[in-house]
């Protein structure tokens, strides 16, 4: 006896995976607040470096102007980095893992 008399309505194509929900939309949605969250943060940095050199006063308390202007850049430099590789850091992350996916796995999602 053939396997296929054994089990009816097998056959020896892939069956592609069955849909259990949309996760468009929630990525979408995901995506469009971290973006806002990205742009909230770059406006209040600006707002601060703004503030900082248009007031020649401006300066944190125990600290003189010039070292407030180098911790506020300091700070501004950390933030823009951190930003960067809080993006960056996933993308790598998932590049390393897909490097571990067979042929077959990769070409699924080469065809989206």
Same mark, same amino acid.
């Given at each position: 006896?053939?396997?296929k008399?054994?089990l009816?309505?097998?056959? $020896?194509?892939?069956?592609?995976?069955?849909?259990?929900?949309?996760?468009?939309?929630?990525?979408?949605? $995901?995506?469009?607040?971290? &973006?806002?969250?990205d742009?909230?943060?770059?406006?209040?940095?600006?707002?601060?470096?703004?503030?900082?050199?248009?007031?020649?006063?401006?300066?944190?308390?125990?600290?003189?102007?010039?070292?407030?202007?180098?911790?506020?850049?300091?700070?501004?430099?950390?933030? &823009?980095?951190?930003?960067?590789?809080?993006?960056?850091?996933?993308?790598?992350? $998932?590049?390393?893992?897909?490097?571990?996916w067979?042929?077959?796995?990769?070409?699924?999602?080469?065809?989206?």
């Amino acid at each position: 006896m053939s396997p296929k008399e054994l089990l009816p309505g097998i056959t $020896a194509s892939e069956c592609p995976p069955a849909v259990v929900c949309r996760s468009r939309p929630s990525i979408h949605r $995901a995506r469009v607040r971290a &973006i806002a969250r990205d742009i909230a943060q770059v406006l209040l940095l600006a707002g601060v470096d703004y503030l900082f050199i248009h007031w020649p006063s401006t300066h944190l308390p125990l600290m003189d102007r010039q070292h407030s202007l180098m911790l506020v850049g300091a700070i501004n430099g950390l933030s &823009i980095a951190w930003l960067w590789l809080s993006r960056a850091l996933p993308l790598w992350t $998932a590049r390393r893992i897909a490097a571990t996916w067979s042929a077959a796995e990769r070409r699924r999602f080469e065809r989206r």
